[in-house]
């Protein structure tokens, strides 16, 4: 779960312990197997699994901001 040599689920937690940041929505998304059972310990607000489908992250994406396309 790197991002340019950074651990993503460390950067989730530090922008959700922040007050500037902590509304942001954060989507993980990595291909471990039992990553989604730990997006609550980070803060994150979502998950998907690699590899994903474009249209499901577009869906999720969407969720978190509060689009509607019904």
Do not use: W
């Not at 779960?1 to 940041?21: F, P, V, Y």
């Amino acid at each position: 779960m790197l991002i340019s040599g950074h651990d993503g689920r460390t950067i989730c937690k530090q922008l959700k312990s922040n007050e500037a940041t902590k509304h942001i929505p954060v989507i993980m998304f990595s291909a471990h197997p039992g990553a989604a059972a730990t997006i609550a310990d980070y803060g994150a607000n979502d998950f998907i699994s690699k590899p994903f489908d474009v249209n499901k992250l577009i869906q999720k994406v969407n969720a978190q901001l509060g689009i509607s396309l019904n």
